[in-house]
Nanobody, 116 residues
Framework: QAQLAESGGGLVQPGGSLRLSCAAS????????MGWYRQAPGKQRELVAA???????NYLDSVKGRFTISRDNAKNTVYLQMSSLKPEDTAAYYC??????????WGQGTQVTVSS
């Protein structure tokens, strides 16, 4: 059974940093594109960053230069390094695994709160 388990969320002051991790099990991790989404209260879920099987990366414009996505296929884990955090980055962050013509998997989410 496929599972995605996020960790690393928490409360951080503006300008601070956090690193989110998403550990996958039950899937052939290297076959999946991985993404980080977020959803703030009252807002739609949005794609923050994604990395393909081949390592191609894209970011939401508002996080470019502040967030870095990476993956470690040996550890079945995708990371999101977040720096220079702003209050508007406050949201629940979700890990996603996707492949062409395949099922899509979601983690349970981890809360990130940026506040002084």
């Amino acid at each position: 059974q496929a599972q995605l388990a996020e960790s690393g969320g928490g409360l951080v002051q503006p300008g601070g940093s956090l690193r989110l991790s998403c550990a996958a099990s039950g899937i052939i991790f290297s076959m999946y594109g991985m993404g980080w989404y977020r959803q703030a209260p009252g807002k739609q879920r949005e794609l923050v960053a994604a990395i393909t099987r081949g390592g191609r990366i894209n970011y939401l414009d508002s996080v470019k230069g502040r967030f870095t996505i990476s993956r470690d296929n040996a550890k079945n884990t995708v990371y999101l390094q977040m720096s220079s955090l702003k209050p508007e980055d406050t949201a629940a962050y979700y890990c996603n695994a996707d492949r062409i013509n395949g099922p899509v998997y979601w983690g349970q989410g981890t809360q990130v709160t940026v506040s002084s």
